[in-house]
């Protein structure tokens, strides 16, 4: 214990340490002499007549006509150099001002062109020491591609502890002594800026921080645990951030989130558990997540919630209604990727449990059925809007030999349903919600010979619940994210004839897996990236009969 103590009292030290030493060289300045009224009007028409803008004391609108400046002595509060075309070097006026609480800087004052530093660009940054009272300082918006201020010039910032708002898009900011005296922010935004997990830590001390913008940094799961007890953040952008359900987890403490932005985070339904907690959310963003209807089914209790995008997600038709039903109020913003058939009506229920009326029911909807001996044996509802809560309705069907589900708007919410139809021997839920989660309902399912998976959510550590099928002989997974961690399962299952994996992540090393399949007599691998390797793999597949490598990567 006393060595953790004692390592912690390191870490602190050198902490201060850090910021003794940052700050050190700038209180050896001596504090700026007020100066006189007529110098302040002077800097006034100065930066007027570049261009500019200010504001000064006493009053709320921006000038920027000379002859609009008041007559009597002033102190400017605010400075706006957009519309200037200025070197850094010309700024040096700006030093002497010492009541400015906001200075907005255009961007290529630091990058005349893209890419391109311009001399003293860092140094400039020492103009801006002497304003005690600035709390706002932008680099302003910018079409650049790159904004040339780096480390050296973000650290000339330090003696400004008060500042409460920066702005730094499209820099480069690495070291972490960069952030480590501003302590006092309120909103940082780091916007499209080379920004890795460990520039962050210095964000743990900042509790005042409600707002954080680090959409399109390099920033990872790893460098959101510097996150975790920022408990008054409000405003969250991570658009295009590498997340996942491990980084969500380090934001749970986050509850007074009233915007987050996940757009193209790698989510599952397992973040919604999070997501759930955050009951003051106005705004979510799951454009491209891998939540499904399973996960959004959760977000129902977030009764505040007025926009919410899911967009190119996980979620289905069905789902999205079960939202907007719980939700009124939400503008749900969503695109349905399932074709629906014409003048298929959503029944709500069937008018009985007989099997007759469950036949008529599945056929008021668009769906087929095949009726022997008196028993549904066949159902087919492809492409009908067929959901998880109208699924449990097939759960009395005990005597379902096959049942076709494909391109129905089914999650893993719904796949409970089936685990009493253990005569089922044909189950289709190609393109639909269905993921990794929902396959441990299928378990009991062992007498299936024909599964097809194919453009599901499903990518591997699921098909661990299927490895005990011995009754397969077909195999679909076409175009799914499936990867060599799945060929461990599928090479378990000894009776399998034909194996789809056509447009999948595989590569050699898995398909070393697929050895023990004498089975086989059919394999598709289009688009699989197989060499030469995975062809001395399926040498030992001496029953292949038909083999598609169409798109491989193999020599002759």
């Not at 922010?185 to 921080?209: F, I, T």
């Amino acid at each position: 214990m006393w060595t953790d103590e004692l390592g912690d009292l390191r870490v602190k030290s050198a902490h201060r340490t850090l910021l003794v030493s940052v700050l050190a060289g700038f209180l050896a300045f001596p504090a700026l002499a007020e100066i006189t009224p007529a110098e302040e009007r002077s800097i006034a028409l100065w930066i007027l007549r570049r261009g500019g803008q200010v504001i000064v004391d006493g009053l709320e609108k921006p000038i920027s006509d000379p002859f609009d400046l008041p007559a009597r002595d002033f102190r400017i509060v605010v400075v706006d150099m957009h519309g200037t075309i200025t070197e850094p070097k010309e700024l040096e006026p700006l030093s002497k001002l010492t009541h400015v609480r906001e200075l907005y800087i255009p961007a290529r004052v630091w990058s005349p062109v893209s890419d391109v530093k311009a001399p003293f660009a860092d140094e400039s940054f020492q103009y801006y020491q002497g304003m005690k009272q600035l709390e706002k300082f932008h680099a302003g918006l910018t079409t650049l591609a790159w904004l040339d201020i780096g480390d050296e010039g973000v650290k000339r910032l330090a003696p400004l502890t008060q500042l409460k708002h920066l702005r730094l898009n499209n820099t480069t900011i690495k070291d972490p002594a960069c952030f480590q005296a501003l302590v006092n922010l309120e909103s940082l935004d780091l916007g499209d800026s080379y920004v890795l997990d460990d520039s962050l830590s210095p964000l743990a001390n900042m509790k005042d921080l409600r707002r954080l913008n680090l959409l399109g940094t390099l920033v990872t799961d790893e460098g959101l645990k510097h996150l975790r007890e920022l408990t008054r953040l409000e405003d969250l952008d991570l658009y295009g951030v590498r997340v996942t359900d491990s980084g969500v987890s380090h934001l749970r403490k986050l509850t007074a989130l009233r915007r987050l932005n996940l757009l193209g985070a790698q989510i599952t339904d397992a973040s919604a558990e999070i997501l759930l907690q955050f009951r003051e959310l106005r705004d979510l963003n799951l454009y491209r997540s891998r939540i499904t209807d399973a996960g959004l089914a959760k977000l129902h209790s977030l009764r505040n919630l007025e926009l919410l995008d899911l967009r190119y997600s996980g979620v289905t038709d069905a789902g999205v209604r079960a939202l907007r039903a719980a939700l009124p109020k939400c503008k749900v913003t969503y695109v349905s990727a399932t074709p629906t058939v014409s003048g298929a009506s959503a029944a709500p229920a069937p008018a009985g449990k007989s099997q007759q009326a469950l036949a008529r029911w599945i056929q008021a909807l668009g769906g087929q059925v095949r009726i022997a001996e008196g028993r549904i044996q066949a159902v087919s509802l492809v492409r009908v809007p067929f959901t998880d809560g109208q699924l449990k309705h097939l759960a009395a069907l005990h005597g379902l030999e096959k049942l076709n589900l494909e391109a129905t708007d089914l999650s893993d919410a719904g796949l409970e349903s089936l685990a009493k139809l253990t005569g089922l021997r044909e189950l289709n839920l190609s393109f639909t919600s269905v993921s990794d989660r929902g396959l441990v309902f299928l378990a009991p399912l062992a007498a299936v010979r024909r599964l097809a998976l194919a453009g599901t959510r499903v990518t591997g550590p699921g098909l661990s619940h299927l490895a005990g099928w011995a009754a397969l002989k077909e195999f679909d997974l076409t175009t799914t994210s499936v990867t060599n961690e799945a060929m461990v399962p599928i090479g378990k299952m000894k009776g399998l004839e034909r194996l789809a994996l056509s447009s999948c992540d595989v590569t050699d090393d898995g398909l070393a897996h697929l050895k023990g399949l004498t089975g086989l007599v059919a394999l598709d691998l289009r688009g699989v990236d197989v060499g030469d390797a995975g062809m001395s793999a399926l040498v030992a597949l001496k029953g292949l009969r038909e083999l598609n490598l169409t798109d491989g990567r193999f020599t002759d």
